[in-house]
């Protein structure tokens, strides 16, 4: 069983910023790439960020520039700060890991339940 918990949403004005939060619980061997992905009314699903284990990071053309990925390793947790939001911006935001559960399994993807960022005015 592995969990993906979610904090950090919530409602702010343009120019503001949110900083959110994902950790990862249950039984967990290793952790391979975190991610967090958006999905906004009528579009498809896309990656914002995402992080492997010794730090690289990959950002959407959107995003870069204005948020910033992150990982504690040993609290099985990624981070998203988002500064400069914009109306763009307002979407679910769901996180997303590889997790491996034992030492000889395959890594499988897990998903959060998703968090609602809304950027208004």
Known sequence: ??????????????????????????TIFSIDVMGWYRQAPGKERELVAAITTSGGTNYADSVKGRFA????NAKNTAYLQMNSLNFEDTAVYYCNAEVGQFYYSQYRTYWGRGTQVTVSS
């Open 1 to 26: 069983q592995v969990q993906l918990v979610e904090s950090g949403g919530g409602l702010v004005q343009p120019g503001g910023s949110l900083r959110l939060s994902c950790a990862a619980s249950g």
């Open 69 to 72: 990925i992150s990982r504690d």
